[in-house]
């Protein structure tokens, strides 16, 4: 047997074992970025309020299951998570108005009720105001409120937290325009979603001619 021949058998084991350390190091570094939160947004129904006269929009978002492997393996929990929204005018993209946040549908009402006298005064809640606008998001799908109107009215309302209470006009949120992209980026602890875009039109003061699309109207 030649030298080479003796050489070549000693270094496989060797090699044998550098591929080992590198395949698992590339499963882990596999896992590792699969398991990394990764957010997916459609619309959502719309709910009505106040008899009818009143319409919110809302968005729908969830930490995307692991395609194929779902059953065996979980995406991290997305925490803190935060709406990042520009809405702007649909005709020449100019921006209108930036939100930090928008206020999740299931998270409790940023108010307070105080019993004074024999009326009962609805007051804001600092503490809940600080929680309205954050979630941690699993699979599960979660509303997100994004714009209100109501009936009779041109303008339209961005619902963040400070829009409570609803029949309060709040001119911070309040959009005049007719046809406007809404770019929302959800935001969490360590990361961002990917940005997505919707349409929103405002064609009249009924509510029937305000709603949300994935694709631009026509």
């Not at 009249?204 to 709603?211: K, L, M, P, W, Y």
Request: with cysteine; glycine share 2%; charged share 25%.
């Amino acid at each position: 047997m030649s030298n080479d021949a003796i050489i070549s058998a000693h270094e496989i084991p060797v090699i044998l074992f550098l591929l080992s350390i590198f395949f698992s190091f590339l499963i882990a570094l596999l896992i590792q970025r699969t398991k990394k939160p990764q957010l997916e947004m459609q619309i959502s129904k719309y709910s009505f309020h106040d008899q009818n006269r009143m319409k919110i929009a809302h968005i729908r978002v969830r930490n995307k299951p692991v395609k194929y492997l779902s059953r065996w393996m979980n995406r991290d929990f997305a925490t803190n998570c935060r709406a990042n929204v520009e809405v702007k005018d649909a005709s020449n993209e100019q921006l209108i108005k930036n939100f930090h946040e928008l206020k999740w549908a299931l998270n409790p009402e940023p108010l307070k009720y105080d019993l004074q006298g024999n009326k009962i005064v609805v007051m804001i809640d600092p503490a809940i105001m600080m929680t309205a606008g954050i979630k941690n998001l699993g699979e599960r799908w979660e509303d997100l409120d994004i714009a209100l109107k109501r009936q009779g009215e041109e303008e339209f309302y961005m619902n963040t937290p400070q829009n409570y209470p609803l029949n309060v006009k709040h001119e911070r949120n309040r959009i005049d325009a007719r046809r406007c992209f809404i770019d929302i980026i959800i935001e969490y602890d360590n990361g961002k979603s990917n940005a997505k875009r919707f349409y929103l039109r405002n064609d009249s003061n009924g509510i029937v001619d305000f709603e949300l699309s994935e694709n631009p109207f026509s």
